[in-house]
């Protein structure tokens, strides 16, 4: 995670593309690398709006999972162990399972926005619930729970675990 900007404001207000304003607090903004860089370029230190080009929607379910994290201690990105998995997940518990209720459109326009405003917390509280989702599950299970559509016969089914048998 980026260091903390030392004239971060106590709260914020956030204008987004749908002409809605949200308010956060500094620690929330401390979060996006893009937010706080938006912020700092301002002209103005004493204005509270900045405006950024995501939806209010958006936005809102980002910091509510955010603010269902220890905000105090600093993101330290995850590495790929188990371990680090599991301490990930029991440290960020009420995130977690606040992301299981995120489903459909939101889930899709929350792990974008992750990404889009770099927030390196959210990603990996993301990339932790989609592995745990995931593991165990063979390919009709995960289209059913991601609702994808199987639109391969069985011979080209076949014949792509044939060419991917290596990975497999």
Known sequence: MAAIVANLPETLKIRTVDAQVLEVTGKLINESAVIKQIYES?????DTEI????KYSDLKTAVDVLELCDLETPHVVLKKSKIDQRLFIEANQPAMEFLNSVWGEDFLASVHLAGELEISRLVDLWMVFLVNLAEGKD???LRQIFKLRDDFTEEEEKEIRKRHECTN
Not at 42 to 46: E, F, G, R
């Open 51 to 54: 405006t950024v080009s995501v």
């Open 139 to 141: 390919v009709k299970e």
């Open 42 to 46: 301002k002209k103005d230190s004493n």
